[in-house]
């Protein structure tokens, strides 16, 4: 059995992850594909390290289950599909479900810390980057918290400052150059996207 073609998306939050993520499955209507979102793999709340002011550090490589993240992307490279709860944000309101995800000629697997553990990069044949403006991203994070997740600007201020941009800073934008593609993204990653698609049409039928 031929190992899974494995696509990384990472990049800084607001950058655009999602959005790549969801047009090149659009775009590949037909090809195998597998999704795993480290987004399903924080922490509850329980267990998240709270600072002196009692706030969580969802932007600290620590607030994921990443052995669990890695653990399963084995899983899915060894032909096995895999199961977890769904991650609602911490919101009551939401009911949870199981999300299944089968194996696939192509795995694409999204999220900040996704390249954190050098093990983890080491299975990753395609590293994808996602790169925007502070302030862009800073005013798209605003409009998604509060719009969709139901935060305050005050609190969504407060955690880009404290958390958000240091930890990125310190985390996360050191592996860009640990990556294969940087993706401009002010105003659209519309190139790209036809470069990766194209690449994956190729890959996928030789995968499969």
């Known amino acids: 059995m031929k190992k899974p073609y494995i696509v990384g998306i990472c990049g800084a939050s607001a950058s655009g992850k999602s959005y790549l993520l969801q047009e090149l499955v659009r775009r590949l209507p037909g090809q195998q594909i597998s999704l795993i979102s480290q987004d ?26 990443l052995d669990e993240l890695l653990a399963d992307l084995n899983r899915l490279i060894m032909g096995e599909k ?9 919101n009551p309101a939401v009911t949870p479900k199981d999300i299944v995800v089968e194996p696939a000629s192509i795995i694409i697997l999204e999220g900040l810390f996704i390249y954190y553990l050098e093990e983890m990069r080491r299975l990753i044949d395609l590293k994808l980057f996602v790169e925007a403006d502070e302030h862009i991203r800073l005013e ?69």
């Open 40 to 65: 399903n793999y924080y922490k509850p709340l329980a267990e998240q390290h709270r600072d002196e002011e009692g706030h969580v550090n969802f932007d600290h490589p620590d607030s994921i289950y």
């Open 82 to 90: 895999i199961t977890r709860l769904e991650y609602t944000f911490n």
């Open 140 to 208: 798209r994070r605003l409009r998604r918290d509060y719009e969709e997740r139901g935060y305050s600007y005050e609190s969504i201020f407060s955690d880009y400052r404290k958390f958000v941009a240091p930890m990125y800073l310190r985390y996360i934008a050191p592996l860009r150059y640990e990556c294969d593609l940087l993706i401009p993204n002010n105003h659209h990653m519309n190139q790209a996207l036809r470069v990766i698609t194209d690449h994956l049409k190729h890959i996928g039928p030789e995968k499969s």
